[in-house]
T-cell receptor, first 112, second 112 residues
Framework: NAGVTQTPKFQVLKTGQSMTLQCAQD?????MYWYRQDPGMGLRLIYY???????DKGEVPNGYNVSRLNKREFSLRLESAAPSQTSVYFC???????????FGDGTRLSIL | SQQGEEDPQALSIQEGENATMNCSYK?????LQWYRQNSGRGLVHLIL?????REKHSGRLRVTLDTSKKSSSLLITASRAADTASYFC????????????FGTGTQLKVEL
């Protein structure tokens, strides 16, 4: 039972490079989320998708784009990476109604 | 901006002791959730308490919610070394849809 799978686990980029972070869930959840976690800041929501075919901005969307490819997959794209985007990125999913979010183990991204 | 603020930021106790963490938030909520994060891993859901509930138990966990004070507490009884982790509160805001807003976390260290 894989749950939420994120790839890659680690990545180093140069400023200006582009990259797509992948996320897939096998729990048939409708909602999916992308967060970033920085020291002392907790988790901040970048984008989310309440259902297949919809996406909405979160608290810190600038510099990112997302694609809800199908019900299972939700990708996060950095078009032109900046050092300020160095962070740990987490993907999560959940069912409808008040319920827990299920998290992947994160992608550790460093931008030089 | 952070909706939830945990207190204390760090807590060190001996195995067998109880650990109490507090969370304060700013606006009206539908529910409040607590998550645990082990080093290098994703967040794991512990417990959810709805706005019309005052107390909830799950194993060694006890959560209280005081909506008049906009605060919650998480009590871990008879702590174990395996409880060493960061603990985050997350609020589902009234009218906030499927989104959660996370606090900055409490780092708990349980020593043998």
């Amino acid at each position: 039972n894989a749950g939420v799978t994120q790839t890659p686990k680690f990545q180093v980029l140069k400023t200006g490079q582009s990259m797509t972070l992948q996320c897939a869930q096998d729990m048939n959840h409708n909602s999916m989320y992308w967060y970033r976690q920085d020291p002392g800041m907790g988790l901040r929501l970048i984008y989310y998708s309440a259902s297949e075919g919809t996406t909405d901005k979160g608290e810190v969307p600038n510099g990112y784009n997302v694609s809800r490819l199908n019900k299972r997959e939700f990708s996060l794209r950095l078009e032109s990476a900046a050092p300020s985007q160095t962070s740990v990125y987490f993907c999560a999913s959940r069912t409808d109604s008040p319920s827990a979010q299920h998290f992947g183990d994160g992608t550790r991204l460093s931008i030089l | 901006s952070q909706q939830g603020e945990e207190d204390p930021q760090a807590l060190s106790i001996q195995e067998g002791e109880n650990a109490t963490m507090n969370c304060s938030y700013k606006t009206s909520i539908n529910n409040l959730q607590w998550y645990r994060q082990n080093s290098g891993r994703g967040l794991v859901h512990l417990i959810l308490i709805r706005s019309n509930e005052r107390e909830k138990h799950s194993g060694r966990l006890r959560v209280t919610l005081d909506t008049s004070k906009k605060s919650s507490s998480l009590l871990i009884t008879a702590s174990r070394a395996a409880d060493t982790a960061s603990y985050f509160c997350a609020t589902a805001l009234t009218g906030g849809g499927n989104k959660l807003t996370f606090g900055t976390g409490t780092q708990l260290k349980v020593e043998l």
